[in-house]
């Protein structure tokens, strides 16, 4: 079935370059996300990209997708200390209601 | 306010009692679903709803039971609930027609002792 794996922890120094990983098996995706749960909050859309792309670029964040490995990358440039949370990779499926399937998550702690 | 509200944010309760968790929303979403995050294991679908007659099992239903009153609200149920329960809760919507973007409550936290 399908499955999403990306490491637990992060750890960086504020004003490096922060790069999260996600590897996903479902290579009918149609889109994969990147969420942020910042503490005792829900989770947000930070970006998307549609699986006809390798890159897609929003100001700080880079996303990077390999279809080919099934690899999904989010690369946050200048890492400040607000950018800590967790951060959630995630694939659409055509299964369960178009339902999203999301990897464990990721706790990016960023020290200043 | 939230498009996507959650009540209650917090709750402790003993084990075999019933418990409901609501979601309303102001988004017009037809699809409605509910998720349990437990530390180390991501997000996890328990039901998803496409519409008011539309109901459907996730991942984790057993234990859990959901109800749609109306496109807006979609609530869920513990019948009898026991410690493994214990976790936080999300409501999500998603338009039928987006890219996929999935739009959480804020959670509710769940303790069962």
């Known amino acids: 079935g399908e499955d999403v794996e990306q490491s637990l922890f992060l750890s960086v120094r504020e004003g490096d370059s922060s790069v999260i990983n996600c590897t996903y098996t479902d290579s009918s995706s149609t889109y994969l996300y990147w969420y942020k749960q910042e503490p005792g909050a829900g989770l947000q859309l930070l970006t998307y990209i549609f699986s006809n792309m390798d890159m897609k670029q929003d100001q700080r964040l880079t996303v990077l997708l390999n279809k080919k490995d099934k690899h999904l990358s989010l690369r946050i440039a200048d890492t400040q200390t607000g950018d800590s949370a967790i951060y959630f990779c995630a694939e659409s499926t055509n299964q369960a209601g178009t339902a999203l399937i999301f990897g464990k998550g990721t706790t990016l702690s960023v020290s200043s | 306010d939230a498009d996507v509200t959650q009540t209650p944010r917090n709750r402790i309760t003993k084990t075999g009692k019933r418990i409901m968790l609501e979601c309303s929303q102001t988004?017009?979403?037809?699809?409605m679903y509910w998720y349990r995050q437990d530390p180390g294991l991501g997000l996890r679908l328990i039901y998803y709803s496409f519409d008011v007659k539309d109901i459907n099992k996730g991942e984790i239903s057993d234990g859990y039971s959901v109800s749609r009153q109306a496109q807006a609200k979609f609530s869920l149920s513990l019948e009898s609930a026991i410690p493994n329960q214990t976790a936080l809760y999300f409501c999500?919507?998603?338009?039928?027609?987006?890219?996929?973007?999935?739009?959480f409550g804020e959670g509710s936290r769940l303790t069962v002792l």
């Open positions: 988004k017009g979403h037809d699809r």
């Open positions: 999500a919507t998603r338009d039928r027609g987006s890219a996929g973007e999935l739009f």
